[in-house]
């Protein structure tokens, strides 16, 4: 089978593997479709480094089961993954906070995941909860979006909220965000440097858009009286989206730097003015077991449209090409087909 395979940083390769063999427990999915996340655009550009090269990236997938050595899994499901096989045991996975457990290994980051043809869940993962099934009726492009929107719901969990939100970017992530803050009440504006993106911003019930130039962001700021009570910034965190953040929030008001940084980025204030200033500042990341019920209740209800957002696929032997279009910011989410 095919293969898109991270060596490193700036080693990508596209690779013929064995099918994955399975052991007593084990279940294999046949791979349908894989969404490229930014984490691993991040994890090819080093500024990342929760990953364990030589592997198969791809977390965000959805596929079929096509042969199953566990009792409580049959053939013919559909399904996705909870990426993060914790231990299941300690202090933070009783507390349903997995991500924090010391023991982890990531589909995709550890182990081998979804840009391939057929990828294995492995027996302890399917023990502790991490294969999710859904109806036949849930397309695979709604399905990779199950892990990411339930990273989203996870933040919206945690962040602070008032009466208006600014989401910086309108890639995959910043979309999610601007379709749970509507459905929350919240007077959604976004910053988007890309016209195609500030469109499909306002095609999912964006109140207005903003390009990042600085009469652009003047007039948010007008618009709003002073500026919104919380940012939600789904971009690159570099020193220019920080900068964005803190001048587009109200005195008081919450930041939840919620995208991945390059790497050594730093925020640094003088400690009297955030003082006075009232910020309250976050970075939410990753999900719960909570977060992914509820995303698949979401997908599940269609109460978030999905159908926009999937817009170049590339097959597994075009990986390179479809992370550097990832990586311009073309269309809105790019794919690899599966099998």
Known sequence: MKAAVFEGTGKLSVQDKPIPEL????????????????????????????YTPPVVMGHELAGVVVESQHP??????????????????????????????????????????????????????????KLITVPDTISPEELIFLEPLGCCTN????????????????????LLFTQLTKNAGLRTYVL????????????????ATFDIIPDEVERLIEV?????????????????????????????????FFGLAPAGQEIRMNLEHFHYLGYKLMASWAFSRWSLNESRRLIIDGAIDLSPLVTDRFSIDRAIEAFENARQGRGVKSVIVGR
């Open 23 to 50: 052991a007593s427990g084990d279940v294999l999915i046949q791979v349908n479709l894989c969404g490229i996340c930014a984490s691993d655009l991040a994890a090819l550009n080093g500024d990342i480094t929760d």
């Open 72 to 129: 409580d899994v049959k053939i013919g499901e559909r399904v996705t993954v909870n990426p993060m096989i914790s231990c299941g045991n300690c202090d933070y996975c009783r507390a349903d906070l997995d991500k924090y457990c010391t023991n982890i290994e990531g589909i995709g980051h550890d182990i081998d995941g979804g840009y391939t043809e057929y990828v294995r869940t492995p027996k302890h993962g399917i023990d502790t909860g």
């Open 155 to 174: 933040a919206m969990r945690e962040t602070i909220f008032n009466k208006s939100v600014a989401i910086l970017g309108a890639g995959p992530i910043g």
């Open 192 to 207: 988007e440097p890309l016209a195609h993106r500030r469109e499909m911003a306002e095609k999912v019930g964006a109140d």
């Open 224 to 256: 709003t009286k002073g500026g919104v009570d919380t940012v939600i910034s789904a971009t690159i965190n570099d020193q220019r989206a920080i900068d964005l953040a803190f001048k587009v929030v109200r005195r008081g008001g919450c930041v939840n």
